[in-house]
């Protein structure tokens, strides 16, 4: 089975160092949810068509011959699956219910989450972990004492969990129409009802990443 | 490592389509790639002075492996493993032009990876494939006819003539 050398794009420049540093940024994002890691490994430009330069770098990163892949409609283009097949040599699934990493391009293409591995009670880590792409997130510092920390607008999440020493602020930037930020919050509130069973999530925009993994709880008003 | 992922385009057509076999045995793409394998890295890098300093970047920089070489048992039965052979291959793609060369040689020469693979990028881009053709390819294939050639003689030279007597009743 041969790949089109012509549609493969680069990978990393150094794969050995490339890697590990992105891996340890990676580690430190899901150690400490709610911070934005920056994986500056791949130039801005060098990532396939409608690919994050850091979901690029988490694929090239993570994936390998044993690590099942799903790639949504508006990722799962002619390059990124030779560029994939040349890099990584990583299965390519069409039914996310068998992946292991969910590569989510935009919002409005994400999956049912309850169709994805949860893990099992003897294997809680045979599960997926979905990188979906969205359009920004922000650290929102905390505001001053006398600010009532419920008033923040719907599309703010206060995270509290393992990794976060008191709470954080995350704000997703959206239209004031959409309503993915909801329905992906309430995604992560059922989420996290299965601990510790569950998906664990990395939102990627640009070359950052910030990663909610099944552990952390969202604080409802 | 997987089996070779080299395909895409002969050398000399356009940069139109790919035919993932452009690179198995029997194909020119193929025979020169195993031409550029079997030659000496010396000679090699001496021929390609000249496009030394063709701009590429890197797709797979050089990485040294190990293949499973197969056989077949009795030359035409069921495939054997036959054992593990380190090999070497790099990837890269010419800037000027957009063609990719792979490179793939057996042992742990990093550097022989890198001349074939050039030399297999050149040969796919239209615009030096016909003097990197002749400059290159035709002085190895010379290089490597001479070399069969001595080994036949030095051979031929220790043949030895049996004659049997019928015999007689």
Redesign the interface.
């Known amino acids: 089975m041969g790949v089109d050398l012509s549609l493969v794009c680069k990978g990393f420049d150094e794969p050995v160092k490339d890697s590990q540093s992105s891996f340890r940024t990676i580690l430190n994002a899901l150690s400490q949810p709610g911070t934005v890691g920056h994986l500056d490994v791949i130039p801005l430009g060098h990532a396939p068509e409608k690919w994050t330069e850091a979901a690029w770098a988490l694929a090239m990163t993570l994936l390998d011959g044993d690590t099942r892949v799903w790639l949504s409609p508006s990722l799962a283009t002619a390059v990124a699956h030779a560029s994939l097949q040349f890099h990584t040599s990583c299965p390519i699934t069409h039914d996310p219910g068998e992946a292991d990493f969910i590569f989510v391009g935009n919002v409005n293409e994400q999956p049912d989450w309850s169709s994805l591995r949860h893990g099992e009670a003897e294997f809680p880590d045979l599960s997926a972990t979905v990188i979906l792409q969205v359009p920004g997130i922000e650290v929102v510092e905390p505001s001053a004492p006398n600010v009532a920390p419920n008033v923040a607008p719907s599309s703010t999440w206060e995270l509290r969990g393992p990794g976060i020493e008191h709470t954080r602020l995350i704000r997703l930037q959206h239209e004031p129409e959409d309503h993915w930020p909801e329905q992906l919050r309430l995604a992560l509130v059922a989420n996290r009802a299965q601990f510790p069973l569950g998906v664990d999530l990395l939102l990627v925009w640009l070359d950052l990443v910030c990663a909610l993994p099944r552990s952390t709880r969202i604080v409802t008003n | 490592m ?1 089996l070779p ?5 002969q050398s000399g057509s356009s ?1 139109e389509g ?1 035919n ?2 452009a690179a198995n045995p029997g194909t020119i793409r193929g025979d020169r790639l195993a031409l550029l394998a079997c030659s000496d890295p010396k000679i090699l890098a001496q021929l390609l002075i000249p496009w030394a300093e063709t701009e590429q ?5 050089p990485e040294t492996g190990l293949v499973m070489v197969q056989g077949r048992t009795g030359g035409t039965g069921t495939r054997f493993n036959l054992g593990e052979m380190s090999a070497t291959r790099c ?1 890269i793609r010419l800037t000027a032009c ?3 060369g ?1 490179g793939w040689v057996s042992g742990r020469s990093a550097k022989h990876a890198e001349l074939i693979a050039l030399a297999d990028a050149l040969l796919q881009s239209p615009a030096h494939c016909e003097e990197v053709r002749a400059k290159v390819i035709e002085p190895l294939i010379k290089i490597r006819q001479a070399a069969l050639e001595a080994a036949a003689a030095l051979a031929a030279s220790t043949r030895v003539e049996f004659f049997t007597m019928t015999r007689g009743e």
Do not use: E, Y
């Open positions: 997987n992922d080299a395909c895409a385009h940069q790919s993932p076999k970047t890197w797709l797979r920089r990837t957009g063609s990719t792979v």
